[in-house]
């Protein structure tokens, strides 16, 4: 009975709440659901017909798996909401380390190539997947493919990238000088890197907006509480607050060694 001390769902929003998990009997498990008010009067309808102790079948219609009743409570508690959100926030982390990673410095590292695609055998493939890159005495990379015909192919890659670097090639591997970095260099690659942070930022907070945005459109719809709201928005806030925090690392980090002298 919906609302009853009984009933799944209250324990189902207190673990919410805690956190979780939710827990449950068996994921097959069903049960037949009606509101204190249907059972209210079901008990005083039967108690007024019935006579010389009669047996009353009920139709409950379709019985509901507790496994997805307590999926629909996770729904309409905005934790979906609020999980959803972390994933997109983590996605735009993601993509502020690639773009990091294309902001070379005067240091080699393997990860300056992570943007670098070749055709293999008709299929993009990153180049980490079709060769083993070094780092020679911090300041050149040596790609040494697992099949020497790729050479030319890689090297036609970085020289049509926006690296700025000059490949040469041997016999069975290519090596990759860096470049030493000028202070106006420096300069421009640490705008470069702020700008990327900025889009971030932005990024996180847009889903933000649009995470907050779900949880009232919830409220509208009475499918949430104004507790509800007030934890998934505090919830989502947290979230964000996290998620700034290590773009502001990341960049700490890239400017840092971008003026690595």
Not at 97 to 122: C, M, N, Q, W
Not at 143 to 166: M, T, V
């Amino acid at each position: 009975v919906l609302g009853s001390s009984g009933s799944a769902i209250p324990t189902f929003q207190k673990q919410i709440i805690e956190g979780g998990p939710l827990t449950i009997t068996h994921p097959e498990m069903t049960r037949y659901f009606m509101s204190i008010q249907e059972a209210s009067q079901l008990i005083i309808q039967c108690g007024a017909i019935g006579r010389d102790g009669e047996i009353f079948l009920l139709d409950m219609g379709e019985p509901v798996k507790i496994v997805d009743l307590a999926k629909r409570i996770i729904s309409l508690s905005g934790k979906e909401i609020i999980d959803d959100a972390e994933k997109r926030m983590e996605k735009s982390l993601n993509s502020l380390e690639v773009a990091f990673a294309k902001i070379r410095t005067g240091r080699a590292h393997p990860s300056l190539l992570d943007g670098i695609i070749i055709s293999y055998f008709g299929t993009d493939t990153p180049i980490n997947q079709i060769a083993n890159i070094s780092v020679e005495e911090a300041r050149s990379l040596i790609i040494s493919p697992w099949e020497k015909q790729l050479i030319p192919e890689i090297e036609k890659a970085i020289l049509k990238s926006d690296l700025g670097l000059n490949p040469s090639s041997s016999s069975d591997s290519i090596r990759l000088p860096m470049p030493p970095l000028t202070e106006e260099n420096r300069r421009d690659l640490a705008r470069i890197a702020r700008s990327e942070a900025e889009n971030a930022r932005v990024a996180v907070r847009n889903i933000r907006r649009d995470a907050n945005g779900d949880l009232k459109e919830f409220l509208r719809e009475k499918e949430i509480t104004e507790d509800e709201l007030r934890r998934g928005e505090e919830a989502i806030q947290k979230l964000t607050d996290a998620k700034i925090a290590k773009v502001e690392i990341a960049l700490t980090a890239k400017e840092a060694d971008l003026f690595d002298f």
